[in-house]
């Protein structure tokens, strides 16, 4: 070794980036183990009830039935018998029940009520096949005059659920200041004790629909704040197209999905959260498959596709009709994708270039890209092991994770 760097030097240097890789793990975990559904659907709280998700498929199904001309002009994979099948046996993968611009401002004994079905509805679905893997409800905001309300009703909803159950999350909208992460943080820490529940039992979601949640007026941006004010117990960002763009100053005819300050905003979403282990959640379209079924379903289906290709692989449905174009584009889009990157690992695995040479970087966002493939169900492990018998789900995991391919650890 050089004897030219001073060991106590060699000391503090070493001391000093060893509490920068603390700090930077501590901060940036990575993606984790949990599974993203590819959607939330939102249900307004006088709407729902324990047979919803049934209804949503049914009406989904009729959907795809009276306009599979259309879809089938959509579908470039042949994936419309596997949506069909999806919409059949669990057509909604995660589902809130809306006490806000969903439900609106009702008394306070009609919203208690609400409040109590709604969690039976919520306890009803657990654990049932055919139910939403997970669920929530998404309360009034935190501003004054809304609070009480908001927190009253979550209560209500742990009541009628008989607590916090297995893929519960609540989500907050109108988010504006990372000092009010610190008082969900309080909030859920109240309620464990309140309920006698487990440490970090409670989750929730952040709605970013405000300008302030995106630039602070010191000029910063908050997100990041927000994300390491939660304790580790925000679970996902969940964008509102038509607050946000409102609040832009952006003309109701031109809100969209797809509109430049929709995009800056997911932008900063997406950066701030990368490798937090907190998911991106893209907004959703008030444009539904009811006067023009054939313009609406092209539209989502050009919706959901874009967003996936700018990697938010989840968005609202605000509509059963939403449901079938979701599922469509999300198969067609990870089939594509899956056919593409199988090869390009093997590739990699094998250190052939096949005309390009991946990185590890690149390989760990191609094992990802399967994984997503397999879990939404666009394709199955068998068809994945039939074209590369080494890339099994063990395999994808470490290549994903970086870590040592499974029988190769030294």
Request: aromatic share 4%; hydrophobic share 35%.
């Given at each position: 070794m050089s004897a030219h760097l001073p060991e106590h030097i060699r000391a503090r240097v070493e001391a000093v980036l060893d509490s920068v890789d603390?700090?930077?793990?501590?901060?940036?975990?990575?993606?984790?183990e949990r599974v993203q559904p590819i959607h939330t659907a939102y249900v307004g709280a006088d709407k729902s009830a324990t047979g919803t998700p049934q209804e949503w498929g049914a009406a989904a199904l009729d959907l795809l039935?009276?306009?599979?001309?259309?879809?089938?002009?959509?579908?470039?994979?042949?994936?419309l018998p596997a949506v069909r099948r999806r919409l059949t046996e669990r057509p909604i993968q995660d589902l809130r029940i809306d006490f806000e611009d969903g439900y609106g401002f009702r008394d306070d004994d009609e919203e208690d009520t609400a409040a109590a079905a709604a969690g039976?509805?919520?306890a009803d679905w657990a654990g049932k096949d055919?139910?939403?893997?997970?669920?929530?409800?998404?309360?009034?905001?935190?501003?004054?005059?809304?609070?009480?309300?908001?927190?009253?009703?979550?209560?209500l909803v742990l009541d009628g659920a008989g607590g916090v159950l297995p893929g519960f999350v609540f989500t907050v909208p109108k988010i504006r200041a990372a000092e009010q992460v610190s008082a969900l943080v309080d909030l859920c820490s109240g309620l464990e004790r309140g309920y006698g529940l487990?440490?970090?039992?409670?989750?929730?979601?952040?709605?970013?629909?405000?300008?302030?949640?995106?630039?602070?007026?010191?000029?910063?941006?908050p997100i990041a704040r927000m994300i390491q004010?939660?304790?580790?117990?925000?679970?996902?960002?969940?964008?509102?197209?038509?607050?946000?763009?409102?609040?832009?100053?952006?003309?109701?005819?031109?809100?969209?999905?797809?509109?430049?300050?929709?995009?800056?905003?997911k932008t900063v979403m997406q950066v701030a959260a990368a490798q937090t282990g907190v998911w991106i959640c893209?907004?959703?379209?008030?444009?539904?498959?009811?006067?023009?079924?054939?313009?609406?379903?092209?539209?989502?289906?050009r919706l959901v596709t874009r967003s996936l290709r700018r990697g938010y692989y989840q968005g609202w449905d605000m509509h059963p009709g939403h449901l079938v174009t979701r599922w469509l584009a999300t198969y067609d889009f990870f089939r594509t994708a899956t056919d593409v990157a199988v090869p390009r690992l093997r590739a990699y695995l094998e250190r052939r270039s096949g005309g390009v040479v991946d990185e590890p970087a690149t390989a760990e966002a191609l094992a990802v890209t399967v994984l997503r493939g397999l879990r939404c169900g666009a394709r199955t492990e068998d068809e994945i092991l039939a074209r590369a018998p080494e890339l099994t789900v063990s395999a994808l995991e470490a290549l994903a994770a970086r870590r040592p391919l499974p029988g190769t650890e030294s």
């Open positions: 603390a700090e930077l793990r501590a901060r940036y975990p990575g993606a984790g039935d009276r306009h599979t001309d259309v879809l089938a002009d959509l579908d470039t994979t042949g994936a039976a509805a919520l055919s139910a939403p893997s997970s669920f929530g409800v998404r309360i009034k905001g935190l501003a004054v005059g809304e609070r009480s309300r908001a927190l009253r009703t979550l209560e487990p440490d970090h039992v409670l989750r929730f979601e952040l709605q970013i629909e405000s300008p302030q949640a995106i630039i602070a007026p010191d000029g910063t941006t004010l939660s304790d580790k117990r925000c679970s996902a960002l969940h964008f509102g197209t038509y607050d946000y763009t409102a609040a832009c100053g952006i003309a109701a005819t031109d809100q969209a999905l797809d509109h430049p300050a929709a995009d800056h905003a893209d907004g959703s379209t008030q444009i539904v498959p009811d006067d023009d079924p054939e313009a609406a379903l092209r539209n989502h289906h």
